[in-house]
């Protein structure tokens, strides 16, 4: 705890963006916290609102670990959190022995496997999960095989976030162009093209115990038209809602993929095109970018995370399955606050 007062000190790396904005927002809304952002890029440390920020640049995990480590260290950290799917994420979980602060993460084999969109297909087929026909594109064969079988497929990566690199096409020469232009080949998984409608599980999890849950249906993506596949990551407007075999169906998909569901894991549909919900992803170790939409109907996941990380689940209420059953819709955009800077207070750092 932090000596100068009663105040837990959480340490968010990649403060300043969508995530790292809601998990701040959320706990300064809970009370009782102070937060201090750690961000590569000017533009985040800039937007952060964290309590204390730092912009910290870094070639090798080793060395961005020695920096949290420092930061966490100066400012007597309680916990360490990565706000998002990035490469400090991946690096700070794989250093998690090694941090000054505790984390609260999923299992080193569990989260390799929910990184892996691949990995995670796997797992959900081989315990007889519905799943969408796909396949890893290897070869123009692979590709073949998938397009044979549908009029259109879908091409992303098999890891990364935002849908960065999707596309979808009905067209083999351009299927292969953008795995050529790409480097995509071993890279990008080739699936049956769904609807675009979609739904997401944020489920808190205690080894191996949900402690809360809440599905949200997505209304729109802000930006469509911005991106070749429609898909910006930036969702636009969203609802809650209440499916109970939908919620079942989630839960037993990160029972599928994880050997211990621990932390904040996420379960992504894509509907059919006749309507049946098929996991597309189980997004470990971060929460959404609008988990302040939920903060704000009294679901408030990000303290309950802190709860769990640093008093071990004590005195924290009991299993809370999809508690806000009604429909409550949240409408937004980029989740920056616009900041008023001089060139000189922005290249400053
Ligand atoms: N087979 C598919 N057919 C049609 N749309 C799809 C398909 N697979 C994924 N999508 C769309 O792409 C979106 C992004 O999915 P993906 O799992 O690639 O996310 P991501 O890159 O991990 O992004 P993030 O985790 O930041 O949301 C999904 O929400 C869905 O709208
Ligand atoms: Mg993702």
Redo the contacts with the bound molecule.
Sequence with gaps: MSPSSDLRTVLVVGSGDGTGLNFSRSLALAGGYRTVGVDTTLEDFHASEADARYLVSWDDPADLVKQVNDIAGRESADLIYAAD?SPELLAVAEARDDLVAPTLLPDRDDHRRMED?WATWQALKEAGLPV?DTVLVGSRDDLEEIMARHPRV?L?RRS?????G?I?TGSMPLATAWLDEHSGWGQFTA??????R?ATLSGLWNDGELVCSQLRE?VSWKYATLSV?G?T?ITGAQRTFWDEELHELAVRCVRAVCARPHGIIGV?F?YSHDGTALP??V?PARFYSSIYFLATLGVNMPDLYCRLALDGGHGLPGPAANPIRETHYWVKSVDKLPRLLSPEEFARG
């Design positions: 799917t969109k969408p879908w992303r990364g976030s935002g849908g960065a999707s979808a699936a049956e093209h769904l609807s675009k979609t997505r596949s898909v990551g992504d894509t597309t992803e997004q």
